[in-house]
């Protein structure tokens, strides 16, 4: 089986930043222990960060409803040291996508960021991926959107949560809650 991981927004300001997440960097640890212990079974493994000009349009000082986080090319942006060696000295080729580019668009799922998407869409469909499992920061946000249009685009049967990898801000619940869902549809 052909398996693609995804792991959503796994960032300094999501862990110890400016919009830290409770139990992230202990998640991001498991994470990253998970990764060297599953080296191999991925064939592709997919990071996706929030990349945000300065005056995103999320930020409360713009009007949006989050302080200021993962400022493109800021220590808060950049991905967990943790899982940097993790993922790179394992088997499986391994991207970055960016989200929450433009400073007027608000991006919680990788699929709403059309280059992004199209990249994604393109190792998914032109490699023949089985299974996606997907994971990361916040649970209850960017994880929970990004499986939302995951399941639009692909179905709920190729999505696998790793919800032991997926902090949030409400302590699991509204990720709980779809996972449930799917599987009433599946």
Same mark, same amino acid.
């Given at each position: 089986?052909?398996?693609?991981?995804?792991?959503?927004?796994?960032?300094?300001?999501?862990?110890?930043?400016?919009?830290?997440?409770?139990?992230?960097?202990?998640?991001?640890?498991?994470?990253?222990?998970?990764?060297?212990?599953?080296?191999?079974?991925?064939?592709?493994?997919?990071?996706?960060?929030?990349?945000?000009?300065?005056?995103?349009?999320?930020?409360?000082?713009?009007?949006?409803?989050?302080?200021?986080?993962?400022?493109?090319?800021?220590? /808060? =942006? $950049? *991905?967990?040291?943790? !899982?940097?060696?993790?993922?790179?000295?394992?088997? +499986?080729?391994?991207?970055?996508?960016?989200?929450?580019?433009?400073?007027?668009?608000?991006?919680?799922?990788?699929?709403?960021?059309?280059?992004?998407?199209?990249?994604?869409?393109?190792?998914?469909?032109?490699?023949?991926?089985?299974?996606?499992?997907?994971?990361?920061?916040?649970?209850?946000?960017?994880?929970?959107?990004?499986?939302?249009?995951?399941?639009?685009?692909? /179905? =709920? $049967? *190729?999505?696998?949560? !790793?919800?032991?990898?997926?902090?949030?801000?409400? +302590?699991?619940?509204?990720?709980?809650?779809?996972?449930?869902?799917?599987?009433?549809?599946?």
């Amino acid at each position: 089986m052909k398996r693609l991981l995804l792991i959503i927004d796994p960032q300094n300001d999501f862990i110890s930043g400016t919009l830290p997440v409770p139990g992230a960097a202990e998640k991001m640890e498991a994470l990253a222990n998970y990764i060297r212990e599953t080296d191999g079974e991925y064939e592709f493994k997919v990071v996706t960060t929030d990349w945000h000009p300065y005056h995103h349009c999320s930020f409360a000082a713009n009007g949006g409803e989050w302080p200021m986080h993962c400022v493109q090319d800021t220590a /808060g =942006a $950049a *991905i967990c040291q943790t !899982l940097i060696k993790p993922l790179f000295t394992t088997k +499986g080729e391994v991207s970055v996508l960016r989200k929450g580019t433009s400073k007027d668009a608000d991006e919680y799922s990788i699929f709403k960021n059309a280059l992004s998407a199209e990249k994604i869409d393109k190792l998914i469909r032109g490699n023949g991926i089985e299974r996606i499992d997907i994971c990361g920061i916040a649970g209850d946000v960017c994880v929970l959107n990004t499986l939302r249009d995951g399941i639009e685009r692909y /179905g =709920a $049967a *190729i999505f696998r949560v !790793l919800t032991e990898f997926c902090p949030s801000l409400d +302590g699991g619940t509204a990720l709980a809650e779809a996972i449930s869902g799917m599987k009433n549809h599946a």
